[in-house]
């Protein structure tokens, strides 16, 4: 499968725990995006990197997210002290810079904060 | 700032019943219009896009033109299927950064019965 997967499908939490999502791209994409999709609504971009470089935040992010992308390649993102308004479906997505302007979803990772 | 309202769900109809699921769209510029098609217990997939004004989409049945002068990409399928129940989302692709993300509207349920 070349598609775009995400680690874990599934996290529960308690609140004020850390936790860690991984994403790995379609291996030829060199951006890779972050979006948070709570119930009942469509997905909210939260950021995006060209290669390594972490070039848009959206105000969703707060101080307690973190994002990286060290090799261009797979991303993490962390969430410090979680609170139960972090649960929710956080999604990535990959596409070429120059190509297509057809972003590719993973299947999601489902936080689910106690 | 950019935005996309579509139709809220859930839409019930039965087999081979004609669809529309109506979305309108706000946006400076010329955005990409798309909509996406999430299935039961799977990622975001895309369904169809268009690029510019009066280009229509298509795929699997489903179409839907981009009208610029009524900022509208409504959705149309002659003969829905149960296999089409999903939740639908119609979005734009933000060209105001670099990031070009994707801005998505609420969804709209689709349920189809036999």
């Known amino acids: 499968d070349t598609g775009v997967s995400q680690d874990p499908r599934h996290k529960i939490t308690k609140r004020g725990q850390n936790v860690t999502f991984r994403c790995d791209p379609i291996?030829?994409?060199?951006?890779l995006y972050w979006y948070r999709q709570t119930l009942g609504q469509g997905p909210e971009f939260l950021t995006y990197f060209q290669n390594e470089a972490q070039l848009e935040k959206s105000r969703l992010l707060s101080d307690r997210f973190s994002a990286e992308r060290p090799k261009g390649s797979f991303s993490t993102l962390e969430i410090q002290r979680t609170e139960q308004g972090d649960s929710a479906m956080y999604l990535c997505?990959?596409?070429?810079?120059?190509?297509?302007?057809?972003?590719?979803f993973g299947p999601g990772t489902r936080l689910t904060v106690l | 700032g950019n935005s996309v309202t579509q139709m809220e769900g859930p839409v019930t109809l039965s087999e081979e019943a004609f669809l529309t699921i109506n979305c309108t769209y706000t946006?400076?510029?010329?955005?990409?219009l798309f909509w996406y098609v999430q299935y039961p217990g799977e990622g975001l997939q895309l369904l169809l896009k268009a690029t510019k004004a009066d280009d229509k989409g298509s795929n699997k049945g489903f179409e839907a033109t981009y009208r610029k002068e009524t900022t509208s990409f409504h959705l149309e399928k002659g003969s829905v299927q149960v296999s089409d129940s999903a939740v639908y989302f119609c979005a734009l692709s933000d060209r105001s950064s670099s990031a070009s993300k994707i801005i998505f509207g609420s969804g709209t349920r689709l349920s189809i019965r036999p």
């Open positions: 946006a400076t510029g010329y955005p990409s």
């Open positions: 997505a990959s596409s070429l810079e120059l190509a297509t302007i057809e972003q590719f």
């Open positions: 291996s030829e994409h060199n951006r």
